[in-house]
């Protein structure tokens, strides 16, 4: 394609593994091989960062891709930083951010006065950095998208999609459940519904309480009833097909849990206790990000309560995270690679 002459494509500090893999996945789209770009990271004996763009010069108007997941503050100063660099000293054209995971996500109560607002200041900073497209990966709320494009920037949310991987561990010819613990899961739930044959999205509602923790809550028929009609035509699901939790539907049903992320893992193990006592066959949990809190392993595994554990790559799981086998790792190139696909496409046909 001739409109690749006119994109570049950097990474940060973390998950440089997944960015080969999205880059990868991204060329074969394609149809020819990309490559990174470097930045030589350094500092100074003071402690001042002294990090170099190699081949500055060739920045000025092209496009440039900037992947990081950013899993701490000082990685967060950095692409900030960085991204200012490309846009303001050194001419970028259209400056498209890539955060497979962003440290800030949670922070999208704006009525928690008492909280400083390190998402809505995060993606501000994004702008005026020079950003002018955002690609993430399962945000924690639609805030995110929200405030993004409040900010002029265009919003990519990307989703986990463990479907294949399930299709191939979860009995066939059995009945099986998709399960959303809150309305904001639904759609995770339905479009992983749409790919798994024979399955049905059961939904939960609960509420977060002012010591962060939740619990949940019996709804009133109509908001069911206006729940599951607004997702069925939202997402273009059959609406027998979506169900508030009920005894007779779990009991003997196979359960997929999908959720955003791991941390202790305590509201994981709490939920499937829940349908397990309620009566499922078996439970299996998927979750976008391993945020994995300390004592998260010893809470996860310390019973046989998830038959099997799927977790994405947008955080690196090192050494001391990982499971000897106990966790399968599904990888989000592809859904990255897909958006970023788009959105070359795109301006390739607006030119």
């Not at 470097?38 to 003071?46: E, P």
């Not at 949670?106 to 994004?126: P, S, T």
């Not at 709320?141 to 989703?159: I, L, T």
């Not at 003997?252 to 202790?264: F, K, R, T």
Request: glycine residues 6%; proline residues 3%; contains cysteine.
């Amino acid at each position: 394609m001739e409109n690749l002459e006119n994109y570049l494509f950097y990474y940060g500090r973390g998950n440089k593994e997944l960015g080969h893999q999205v880059l990868r996945q991204l060329g074969e789209l394609l149809g020819q091989p990309l490559k990174f770009n470097f930045i030589d990271f350094g500092t100074w004996r003071d402690g001042c960062p002294n990090d170099k763009i190699v081949g500055f010069n060739e920045v000025r108007g092209k496009n440039i891709i900037f992947f990081d997941s950013l899993t701490t503050k000082t990685a967060v100063f950095d692409y900030l930083s960085l991204a200012y660099a490309f846009k303001h000293q050194y001419h970028a054209g259209n400056l498209i951010a890539v955060n497979p995971f962003i440290l800030t996500r949670r922070c999208d109560h704006e009525e928690k006065k008492e909280e400083i607002q390190y998402l809505r200041q995060y993606l501000k900073f994004l702008s005026t950095a020079g950003v002018s497209e955002l690609v993430a990966v399962t945000p924690h709320s639609d805030y995110m998208g929200q405030v993004a494009e409040e900010y002029g920037m265009k919003f990519h949310p990307v989703y986990t999609d463990f479907s294949r991987t399930l299709k191939t561990i979860v009995p066939k010819n059995e009945r099986i459940l998709v399960y959303s613990p809150d309305k904001g899961s639904i759609p995770r739930a339905i479009a992983h519904a749409k790919k798994i044959p024979a399955s049905t999205v059961v939904f939960d509602l609960k509420l977060r309480k002012s010591n962060n923790k939740t619990e949940i809550v019996q709804a009133e028929q109509d908001i069911i009833n206006e729940i599951k009609f607004k997702y069925s035509q939202e997402f273009d699901f059959n609406i027998d097909y979506i169900k508030y939790i009920s005894e007779i539907d779990i009991t003997g049903a196979n359960i997929i849990m999908i959720d955003d992320e791991l941390s202790s893992g305590g509201t994981a193990i709490d939920t499937a206790k829940k349908l397990m006592g309620i009566g499922a066959k078996a439970v299996y949990f998927a979750f976008t990000h391993a945020v994995c809190s300390n004592g998260w392993k010893p809470t996860l595994f310390s019973e046989p309560i998830f038959t099997k554990i799927l977790a994405q790559n947008t955080i690196i799981r090192d050494e001391e995270n990982r499971t000897g086998g106990r966790i399968i790792d599904v990888s989000a190139n592809e859904v990255i690679a897909a958006a970023l696909y788009e959105i070359i496409m795109r301006d390739s046909i607006a030119k």
